[in-house]
């Protein structure tokens, strides 16, 4: 069963800061790879999904980047703002299960 | 416009009561979900309804039960409400099923946050 893994917990880095959030996956039979953004006591924002034939995605200071065979996604922030602090969650689209598996989450916290 | 919006936002209920959770999606999706946040904010999923149909119903207690009115509707009924129910609920919905499409993105509700007293 596919299972998500998150490292770090939990992040606190200084304004300006480019920082690196990891997400890895057990079971690498996924159509894509999704990362959400979660602020306290809001629902999930989708930031950038990554198809499993892809291996990066860009959104302004965000990059995700996709290694199937690894079974490993990495999340790239550059020049970090207060206004980034929130919860981010990965997310893979599990074809084997039907369904979405997300990891536990990376709280990152940018201090002015 | 909320895209999906669920109601209520904040439920407080003693143990034992029944309640129930409504989601609601205007963006023409075929698919919804409920997920679980836990204490821990792990998400995990617990329904999945394509085109009203049943597709995915993990090992949840059967005082769950969901029900799809039509397929812009996926609410949530929890009988014999118990502490361990606590948690914030999470309705999404999404294009197709994800054996369909390789860009599924899931747009997710606010969240419901249920106290179990």
């Known amino acids: 069963k596919q299972e998500v893994t998150q490292i770090p917990a939990a992040l606190s880095v200084p304004e300006g800061e480019n920082l690196v959030l990891n997400c890895s996956f057990t079971d690498s039979a996924i159509y894509n790879l999704q990362w959400f953004r979660q602020d306290p006591g809001k629902g999930l924002t989708s930031l950038l999904l990554i198809q499993s034939s892809q291996r990066e995605q860009t959104s302004g200071r965000l990059n995700a980047s996709l290694d199937k065979s690894s079974g490993r996604s990495t999340l790239y922030i550059a020049a970090s703002q207060p206004g980034d602090s929130a919860t981010y969650l990965c997310a893979n689209d599990d074809y084997n299960n039907n369904d979405m598996r997300f990891g536990a989450g990376t709280r990152l916290t940018v201090k002015p | 416009d909320t895209a999906v919006s669920q109601t209520p936002k904040y439920l407080v209920t003693q143990m034992g009561n029944d309640k129930s959770i409504k989601c609601e999606q205007n963006?023409?999706?075929?698919?919804m979900y409920w997920y679980k946040q836990d204490s821990k904010k792990f998400l995990k999923i617990m329904f999945s309804?394509?085109?009203?149909?049943?597709?995915i119903n993990e090992t949840v207690p059967n005082r769950f039960s969901p029900k799809s009115p039509d397929k812009a509707h996926l609410n949530l009924h929890i009988n014999s409400l118990e502490l361990g129910d606590s948690a914030v609920y999470f309705c999404?919905?999404?294009?197709?099923?994800?054996?369909?499409?390789?860009?599924?993105?899931?747009?997710f509700g606010a969240g419901s946050r249920l106290t179990v007293l």
């Open positions: 963006l023409g999706h075929d698919t």
């Open positions: 999404a919905s999404s294009q197709d099923l994800a054996t369909t499409s390789g860009a599924n993105v899931l747009t």
């Open positions: 309804y394509n085109n009203k149909e049943l597709i």
